[in-house]
């Protein structure tokens, strides 16, 4: 059962770092806390379920929702975000404001399903399972996988290597040097949430997928394990947040299958307590790290 | 001139006997709070829905008598004690509403019901918690507690099943849920039933995987589920996914006795064990007319939740009527008069509503097996 169990565990991490990657990149460029991260990730699901009973193709369906959360996510920043950061010292009245967002995203789901908890059709996905050394994996379990692994490999690249990735490391140093130097920081803000809001959206498709339910509260759990993901892997933090996803992910699972159930949030929490204590700056975190640059 | 005088003259008496019309009219005002947002929407939303269709339909059939009408509003109390609070406290004030309909969960119910208490106003909670009774006679509580109905399925469970060890997979975030679980649990142990493990998930969990191996890899005789049914339709395919021995029953409480618990688990949840107050599609003509008039105003299979709301409504009318035909259309007169009520023909249980002498409601309960994609009463 352990092997099995750490299996579990990685393909949840998997998804928790796909969801972190957006929220710890939007911190580590802006320094904000976007609380709509979660509703994003809903309404990922909820696009892609939409489009896919409407007899929309699902990797389209799966694309467009994509499209979709990158736009919600720059319309968070230019409602909640931009008016604020005109006015300085936006921490905490954008924190407030991106939670009204969150609601707002909230309410029109549960308006538009009724309440109602939604599921892929049948036949989505195909249902298959592998027995693998004792493991028992479904084909989707490994395609989530893979798909993580790739988005993140992208992702580094594109921090890393890309004229954009460049802009985007500059502006997180030092906002006001980069457009100094000429960087469009509007424009960088405007695609990095554009890709949280994605990432999040294509997160939030896998889940619905992965454990066939989606309803409108569905990013409020997964927004509360971000949070402790992108604290405990370092706040901006790209490789503290996939490590940070993919230990909470194991935890989560071992919790769960040797200990009671009801203790999982206790034990994920008193980890953030301890790590906190520890390295106030998260495991992969130093006072300065932002999104692979380092704030001056 | 003369025709002149004659069509005012008409018009007048016109205006005169349409105003006296509308005088005798009565109009008797309630206020359906139920939970539209927050955690127990997944309740109070098809609460109230069932309750404002069956409102709708007793003024259309005329029941209060001609002209005469309830009058409804429905509000939100948003699962939260504070808005819940506000909003009662504001009610009360307002001396036409005779009475409120929720609100809705469990520690919003008992919120609520301290305030009515307080304040002499009657509220039918939807909630089955036995404190809001407890709390003073103007709190009412409309659902069966976990003492009327989880016997049903503990003695079926531990009699007719012949279970020796049973999992328990609960609801952790929601009261009424875990006293449902807990009675459960305490039921088949005192039949000599163990509990081979106890788990709780929240609300808004979808990610089973871990628990479902957990419990696929242990030994258990039966499997208890007590969850919403779309939750628990989901559990029940992570389970099956997790490699769970088919030949080991899962059962449910009450929760599973929706559409939606068929709809989203297809063949997963063939042959899984439920109670329910409400038999998917209706048993009966009165009930099986109150599915199909919800699904064609709707477009949603009534659930459980939908039924209870409209058999709530019906209980709530009766009442006022009583009250009205024994001249005391006032809070008391519709407290005393809910209080008094038995057998009013309803969608839920056995077909018909009564309070006992401890204002616990009883309406019954069947056990049930999905069978064949379909609900079907277990003959016992």
């Known amino acids: 059962m352990l092997s099995q169990q750490i299996l579990n565990g990685l393909v949840t ?139 993140v490999v992208l992702l580094i690249f594109y921090l890393k290597k890309t004229s954009f990735g460049r802009q985007v490391r500059a502006v997180a140093t030092n906002e006001r040097a980069a457009a100094l130097l000429g960087v469009n920081v509007q424009s960088v803000f405007l695609q990095t949430f554009f890709i949280a809001g994605a990432l999040a959206g294509l997160a939030g498709v896998l889940i619905g997928l992965l454990f066939n339910s989606m309803q409108f509260l569905m990013g409020e759990p997964y927004m509360l394990r971000a949070f402790v993901v992108v604290v405990i892997g370092g706040l901006g933090s790209v490789p503290g947040a996939i490590v940070a996803s993919l230990m909470l992910g194991v935890m989560q699972s071992l919790t769960v299958a040797y200990l009671p159930s009801g203790l999982t949030d206790a034990i994920i929490f008193t980890l953030l307590f301890i790590v906190l204590l520890i390295r106030p700056n998260g495991l992969f975190g130093d006072a300065n790290a932002v999104a692979g640059g380092t704030r001056q | 001139m003369k025709l002149l005088k004659l069509g005012m003259s008409v018009a007048a008496f016109s205006a005169v006997m349409a105003s006296s019309t509308l005088a005798m009219a009565d109009e008797y005002k309630i206020v359906v709070l139920q939970s539209l947002t927050g955690g127990a929407a997944f309740i109070g939303k098809h609460v109230a829905d069932g309750a404002v269709m069956a409102a709708d339909e007793l003024n259309e059939k005329g029941f209060f008598g001609a002209g005469n009408s309830l009058v409804y509003e429905v509000a939100d109390d948003a699962t939260d004690r504070t808005q819940t609070l506000s909003l009662i406290t504001r009610l009360a004030a307002d001396d036409k509403v005779l009475l409120v309909m929720g609100p809705t969960s469990g520690s919003v119910a008992l919120a609520g019901a301290n305030v009515a208490n307080e304040r002499a106003f009657p509220v039918l909670t939807t909630t089955n918690s036995m404190e809001v009774v407890e709390n003073g006679p103007w709190s009412f509580i409309l659902t069966q507690p976990a003492d009327v109905t989880i016997p049903y399925l503990a003695d079926f469970t531990a009699q007719t099943l012949g279970a020796k060890s049973c999992a328990i997979i609960g609801v952790k975030d929601n009261e009424a849920y875990v006293a449902l679980q807990r009675k459960y649990e305490e039921l088949i142990q005192a039949q000599g039933v163990s509990l081979a493990s106890v788990d709780g998930v929240a609300l808004a969990d979808s990610d089973f995987s871990a628990l479902a191996t957990k419990i696929a890899t242990s030994d258990q005789d039966c499997v208890f589920i007590g969850t919403p049914a779309a939750q628990a339709a989901n559990m029940v395919i992570q389970l099956r996914q997790a490699g769970l021995d088919p030949s080991i029953p899962i059962l449910g409480h009450n929760a599973f006795a929706s559409p939606a618990f068929i709809e989203k688990g297809g063949a997963a949840v063939e042959n899984v064990y439920l109670i329910g107050a409400w038999v998917p599609g209706g048993d009966d003509e009165f009930s099986q007319a109150f599915a199909a008039n919800f699904q064609a105003k709707t477009g949603v299979s009534a659930d459980e939740w939908h039924a209870v709301g409209y058999s709530g409504m019906q209980v709530i009318a009766n009442a006022i009527k009583d009250a009205v035909a024994a001249g005391k259309v006032t809070r008391e007169g519709v407290r005393d008069a809910l209080g008094a009520q038995t057998d009013i023909p309803v969608v839920i249980g056995e077909g018909t509503y009564s309070y006992d002498e401890h204002r616990v409601p009883r309406f019954g309960m069947k056990v049930m097996q999905v069978k064949d994609g379909a609900f079907t009463v277990v003959e016992q």
């Open chain 1, 13 to 151: 991490g998997s998804v928790y770092a796909l969801f972190s990657l957006g929220f710890t990149l939007i911190f580590g460029v802006q320094k904000l806390l976007n609380f709509a991260h979660g509703a994003t990730f809903m309404a990922g699901a909820f696009i892609a379920y939409y489009c896919t009973i409407s007899g929309m193709p699902f990797l389209l369906a799966i694309g467009l929702s994509m499209v979709a959360t990158g736009v919600i996510g720059i319309v968070v920043d230019l409602v909640a975000f931009r008016p604020l950061r005109k006015r300085g010292n936006a921490e905490f009245p954008a924190l407030v404001s991106s939670i009204g967002v969150d609601l707002v995203l909230i309410s029109i789901a549960q308006q538009v399903s009724k309440t109602q908890v939604l599921n892929f059709p049948f036949g989505t996905f195909p249902v298959k399972f592998f027995n693998f050394l004792g493991l028992r994996i479904s084909l989707l379990q490994i395609v989530i996988l893979a798909t993580v692994a790739v988005l």
